[in-house]
């Protein structure tokens, strides 16, 4: 019974921050200063004309009549319609989240699986040249921010060298001759634009599965089950296969909360690379006073954050029975 409390107290946790944050969000971007408007009057159009613009969007409306409006249409999955390309926010924002996604999730993927393979072999070659200098190559990459990393990516690959393109995600006008939306991700054109940001996003994420992977090895090193495994007298490829199974356990834990802060770092990689994706979507919304845009993807981001949470809650409730209300 105290699973299932615990069960209903996260959901019930997860609907109400969400709310919370969707109604900060709202708040925050009507008390800013400046709006859409503003840029029409510095693009020259007249009073007259905003006056009626501000009217038909219901700008004019008081504070609480908009959030009541905009909770409501919320619900129906009516996020608004961009002020600046004039399109809803869903079918403006949608490709974008694809984008990032196909940038994201793979690429913090395989780092995790190359920094545990990584941390599994200077773990095992304690006080070794490699276990001390190994991996001080791939801290000091990670140390740096992610649009620095990125930035250099760029000087060196694309501008000494010549061999990979600056940014975007294909050559202008190659893209989507044959009227499929996937076939532009499935070409070679895509692939080569794609090496440097996936390249960036890896770098990044590298040195912390490495770190964690190579300081649970060597504790689960000296722990007696292993021992107890050496003295039974089994292979070495086994005892390699115990130990990296043990030892995983922080690393998995850790790999969907590095998914969650790698949205914010991917705004400046996108940036960077051009990359037409979440976070180039919020700065272009940004720079045009388009808030319908720019609240919608701060809430996907932290939407993103909070249910991930969320899901790790609900499957450490599934592997440890003693998660309950008492004890969270």
């Given at each position: 019974m105290n699973?299932?409390?615990y069960f209903?107290l996260?959901?019930?946790q997860?609907?109400?921050?969400?709310?919370?944050?969707?109604?900060?969000?709202?708040?925050?971007f009507?008390l800013?200063?400046?709006?859409f408007?503003?840029?029409?009057?510095?693009?020259?159009?007249d009073?007259?004309s905003v006056?009626?613009?501000?009217e038909?969007w219901g700008?004019?409306?008081p504070?609480?009549?908009?959030?009541?409006?905009?909770?409501?249409n919320?619900?129906?999955?009516?996020?608004?319609?961009?002020l600046?390309y004039?399109?809803p926010?869903?079918e403006?924002?949608?490709?974008r989240i694809?984008?990032s996604f196909?940038?994201?999730?793979p690429?913090?993927t395989?780092?995790?699986?190359?920094?545990?393979?990584?941390?599994t072999?200077?773990g095992?070659?304690?006080?070794s040249?490699?276990?001390?200098y190994g991996?001080?190559?791939?801290?000091?990459v990670?140390s740096?921010?992610?649009?620095?990393?990125?930035?250099?990516?760029?000087?060196?690959f694309?501008?000494?060298l010549?061999?990979?393109p600056?940014?975007?995600?294909?050559?202008?006008?190659?893209a989507?001759?044959?009227?499929?939306w996937?076939a532009?991700y499935?070409?070679?054109d895509?692939?080569?634009?794609?090496v440097?940001?996936f390249?960036?996003?890896?770098?990044r994420?590298?040195?912390?599965?490495?770190?964690?992977?190579r300081t649970?090895?060597?504790?689960?090193m000296d722990q007696d089950?292993?021992?107890?495994?050496r003295m039974?007298?089994?292979?070495r490829?086994t005892?390699?296969l115990?130990?990296?199974?043990?030892?995983s356990?922080?690393?998995?834990t850790?790999?969907?909360v590095s998914?969650?802060?790698a949205?914010?770092?991917?705004v400046f990689?996108e940036?960077?690379?051009?990359?037409?994706?979440?976070?180039?979507?919020l700065?272009d919304?940004?720079?045009?006073?388009?808030?319908p845009?720019v609240?919608?993807?701060?809430?996907?981001?932290?939407?993103?954050?909070i249910?991930?949470?969320?899901?790790v809650?609900v499957?450490y409730?599934?592997i440890?029975p003693r998660?309950s209300?008492?004890?969270?």
């Amino acid at each position: 019974m105290n699973r299932v409390r615990y069960f209903l107290l996260r959901s019930v946790q997860t609907v109400v921050l969400l709310w919370l944050v969707l109604s900060f969000i709202f708040l925050l971007f009507r008390l800013m200063p400046g709006s859409f408007a503003d840029i029409m009057l510095a693009r020259g159009a007249d009073a007259e004309s905003v006056a009626q613009f501000e009217e038909n969007w219901g700008l004019n409306d008081p504070l609480h009549v908009q959030y009541v409006n905009y909770m409501t249409n919320f619900v129906q999955l009516d996020v608004g319609t961009s002020l600046q390309y004039r399109v809803p926010v869903l079918e403006h924002v949608r490709m974008r989240i694809f984008n990032s996604f196909i940038l994201m999730a793979p690429a913090i993927t395989v780092a995790y699986l190359l920094g545990s393979l990584i941390g599994t072999i200077t773990g095992r070659m304690r006080g070794s040249n490699l276990e001390k200098y190994g991996i001080v190559p791939i801290i000091f990459v990670g140390s740096f921010p992610a649009f620095f990393t990125a930035i250099v990516l760029v000087i060196v690959f694309a501008g000494w060298l010549d061999v990979f393109p600056t940014g975007g995600m294909y050559t202008p006008g190659t893209a989507g001759r044959d009227g499929s939306w996937l076939a532009p991700y499935l070409t070679a054109d895509f692939a080569v634009h794609y090496v440097l940001p996936f390249t960036a996003v890896l770098l990044r994420y590298l040195y912390l599965p490495t770190l964690i992977m190579r300081t649970s090895v060597v504790e689960v090193m000296d722990q007696d089950f292993l021992f107890y495994h050496r003295m039974t007298g089994i292979s070495r490829v086994t005892e390699w296969l115990h130990t990296t199974k043990h030892a995983s356990l922080p690393v998995i834990t850790l790999y969907p909360v590095s998914m969650t802060r790698a949205i914010g770092g991917l705004v400046f990689i996108e940036v960077v690379f051009n990359w037409p994706g979440m976070g180039f979507a919020l700065i272009d919304g940004v720079l045009s006073r388009d808030f319908p845009v720019v609240q919608f993807v701060f809430f996907l981001i932290a939407a993103f954050v909070i249910i991930a949470n969320f899901a790790v809650d609900v499957v450490y409730g599934f592997i440890d029975p003693r998660v309950s209300v008492d004890g969270d």
